[in-house]
């Protein structure tokens, strides 16, 4: 029986099949594979008890986690150049390989997996994982300055592992002006991705554009949801030794049906404010904004109906890069989403220097935060919320100034002003 990968390709797998380009040796992606479904059969959990993929079935028994796996596959080839050529260099290389793995790839997750909406987002959180994958690549950076490879002067095993890392991350969050500040990190990542052995495998690597925007959280599906597999008799498909890349393969768990919102709101008293024409007026209002789309707010606005509340980050100390402060707000407005219908927002970044203040103010329908938003959107609770008090002259004024933009606020420049319609 040949070595078959019960697996999607992901850049876990892609770690086995360049080893095995490397050493001549065949192994196969299982056929039909179903994530969700493949890794929660009885047989599949008997090889790898939590169930996660890769895991590698051989005629003497199975082997998962991706790093065992490939270093199982590397010695199958006697002398396996890949392991280098002394104890020293195999006991760097497994340096390397703990490195690519605690300090890259962990940090890398722990800023991607959020993201892709496979764990609580947090702010705080992403940014201590961006420090902590700075550091690693500093290091690595300085290794790498007079070194083409991580361990003497040919394409390790650990030069796998860790160029399968740094795919994932330059495909989805190490943007170009990220990187750059890491010369030799990208001169390496380059010359890795373009071996014949390499691209073989992971094809053309485009680094990405702009950093994977921050998708709702996906919930792991019960397994009464998951599909039924296929009936027995139906004839296998050969499987093609890499299958094509999944769009998004970063992170590949369990899709599950999105959950559909209620709207408790629409059963509030109907209001004379159509929060439509305000987004309106607001869109379309290019010249005298004061005069029209501030008197016109005014004009609207109906304090029966709807609410407005200032909201301020509670963790402005933290705020120290501006496009990562920028980019959690963005993330905010995103989860949002679920109250477009319900909810005009103004989101400031202000300061002309770190750290940066987020502050912001919204328009919500009904006198209270509206109970769904508090408990899906869990950026909620890392603003501190104060209702609006319209009856006050400078709480009004601060109103209008947000919705405005207005600069300086509160005497200082705004670094972005975001607006959620
Ligand atoms: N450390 C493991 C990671 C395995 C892992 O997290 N696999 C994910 C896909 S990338 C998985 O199977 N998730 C499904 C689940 O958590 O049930 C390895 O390197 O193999």
């Known amino acids: 029986m040949a070595l078959v990968l019960h697996s999607n390709v992901n850049k876990n797998v892609r770690k086995t099949l360049i080893v095995a380009e490397y050493s001549g040796i065949q192994v196969e992606i299982a056929p039909n594979f179903q994530m969700g479904v493949s890794n929660k059969t009885p047989e599949f959990l008997k090889m790898n008890p939590i169930g996660k993929i890769p895991v590698l079935e051989t005629p003497d028994g199975s082997v998962f986690e991706s790093n065992a796996i490939a270093r199982y596959v590397t010695r199958l080839k006697a002398d396996n150049p890949l392991y ?16 690519a793995t605690l300090e890259i790839d962990a940090n890398i997750l722990a800023w991607l997996r959020p993201r892709m909406g496979f764990a609580l987002y947090l702010p705080p959180a992403e940014e201590a994982a961006i420090a902590n994958l700075k550091r690693a690549l500093g290091a690595l950076s300085t290794h790498l300055a007079s070194n083409t490879f991580l361990v003497g002067h040919a394409v390790t095993l650990a030069d796998i592992i860790l160029t399968c890392n740094l795919y994932l991350g330059f495909s989805h969050v190490m943007t170009k002006s990220f990187t750059s500040e ?9 010359t890795m991705v373009n071996q014949p052995n390499f691209s073989k495998i992971l094809g053309e690597v485009k680094q990405a554009d702009s950093v994977v925007p921050i998708q709702s959280i996906k919930k792991t599906p019960q397994p009464k949801e998951a599909k039924l597999s296929k009936p027995k008799d139906e004839p296998k ?11 998004e393969e970063a992170v590949e768990e369990e899709e599950a049906p999105k959950p559909k919102a209620k709207n408790p709101l629409d059963l509030l008293p109907p209001s004379p404010m159509v929060l439509d024409d305000w987004k309106r007026l607001y869109s379309n209002t290019k010249s005298n904004f004061r005069e029209v789309a501030i008197k016109g707010f005014w004009d609207m606005y109906d304090p029966e109906g709807y609410s407005l509340w200032f909201c301020d980050y509670k963790y402005n100390d933290e705020n120290m890069v501006s496009f990562v402060t920028m980019n959690k707000v963005g993330g905010f407005l995103q989860r949002m989403d679920l109250t477009r219908k319900y909810a005009f927002g103004k989101m400031l970044v202000i300061g002309a220097e770190p750290p940066f203040k987020v502050k912001g103010l919204w328009l919500f329908r009904g006198p209270e935060i509206p109970k769904f938003v508090l408990e899906e959107c869990y950026d909620m609770e890392l603003y501190e919320w ?6 006050d002259p400078a709480q009004k004024e601060r109103v209008s100034q947000m ?8 005497g200082e420049p705004l670094l972005d002003a975001k607006c959620f319609k």
């Open 84 to 99: 280098g050529s002394s104890s020293i260099e195999y006991g760097q290389i497994e340096q390397w390989i703990e490195f």
């Open 182 to 190: 890491f010369p030799h990190v990208e001169r390496y990542f380059w």
């Open 237 to 247: 498909k050969e499987a093609p030794k890499v299958q094509p890349k999944a769009k």
């Open 386 to 391: 104060t209702k609006v008090d319209i009856s």
């Open 403 to 410: 919705i405005e933009d207005q600069e300086p606020f509160e």
